[in-house]
């Protein structure tokens, strides 16, 4: 009798632990959306919060003339024409502050467009 109580308390303990897990796997491979609107000559937001490992939609939208998003050190390049939206899916692998420029040439404030990047372990 001992034997199959302890069997049945085994697989349950299984089971619990086999929902948990299936439940951290699914939260992780749920991108966070993240929006970013480019204008003449600023992202808005400036700044991002992004955990290392999380995948991540970014989203460019350009309000005026065209505009890209570049981050080098992370490999990472979106474009977004006059009045349009993109989106790259990406999952930082690197932690620290990282600074993107406008990839697009859209003025004499161009050099000036900067967005960073902190990536949390």
């Known amino acids: 009798m001992k034997d199959k109580l302890g069997l049945l308390v085994g697989c349950a ?3 619990c632990a086999s929902l948990s897990l299936s439940r951290s796997t699914r ?6 959306r993240v929006e970013v609107t480019a204008s003449k000559f600023a992202f808005t937001p400036s700044e991002l919060n992004l955990k290392m490992g999380q995948p ?7 309000t005026d003339v065209a505009h890209g998003l570049r981050f080098r050190e992370l490999n990472l390049d979106v474009k977004a024409g006059k009045g349009e939206t ?6 930082p692998d690197k932690a620290g502050d990282f600074v993107g420029h406008c990839s697009v040439f859209c003025g004499s404030g161009h050099g000036s467009m900067e967005l960073t990047l902190h990536v949390e372990q």
Do not use: G, Y
């Not at 939260?27 to 966070?32: D, F, G, I, K, V």
């Not at 991540?56 to 350009?62: A, D, I, P, Q, R």
């Not at 993109?86 to 999952?91: G, R, Y």
């Open 13 to 15: 303990v299984l089971f």
């Open 27 to 32: 939260a992780q491979e749920t991108p966070l």
């Open 56 to 62: 991540v939609v970014l989203v460019l939208k350009s």
């Open 86 to 91: 993109s989106e790259v899916k990406f999952t």
